[in-house]
Nanobody, 120 residues
């Protein structure tokens, strides 16, 4: 069973920064694409950023230039650096692991989520 544990959320003022971390269990991390998603109250869950096993990244238009996704395969961890935060970034942020070529289990796995609140 894969476990994803997010951390780093909290309350921050507009214009501030936070770094989210997602630590993954398992031995195939380096071959898995990873993603950060968020869900605000009353809204659908949406993709924020993703990173492939090769390090290619993709961002939602709303966060381009402000957020950076990265990964440390030695630590089985993916990060989301969030700068210039806005109130509309307030949401629960989730980490997702997509199945890779080494995984017989083809399910996506999700973390439990971490709350990010941007408010003065």
């Amino acid at each position: 069973q894969v476990q994803l544990v997010e951390s780093g959320g909290g309350l921050v003022q507009p214009g501030g920064s936070l770094r989210l971390s997602c630590a993954a269990s398992g031995s195939t991390f380096s071959s898995n694409a990873m993603g950060w998603y968020r869900q605000a109250p009353g809204k659908q869950r949406e993709l924020v950023a993703s990173i492939t096993s090769g390090g290619s990244t993709n961002y939602a238009d709303s966060v381009k230039g402000r957020f950076t996704i990265s990964r440390d395969n030695a630590k089985n961890t993916v990060y989301l650096q969030m700068n210039s935060l806005k109130p509309e970034d307030t949401a629960v942020y989730y980490c997702k692991r997509s199945p890779g070529p080494l995984n017989r289990d083809r399910r996506d796995y999700w973390g439990q989520g971490t709350q990010v609140t941007v408010s003065s």
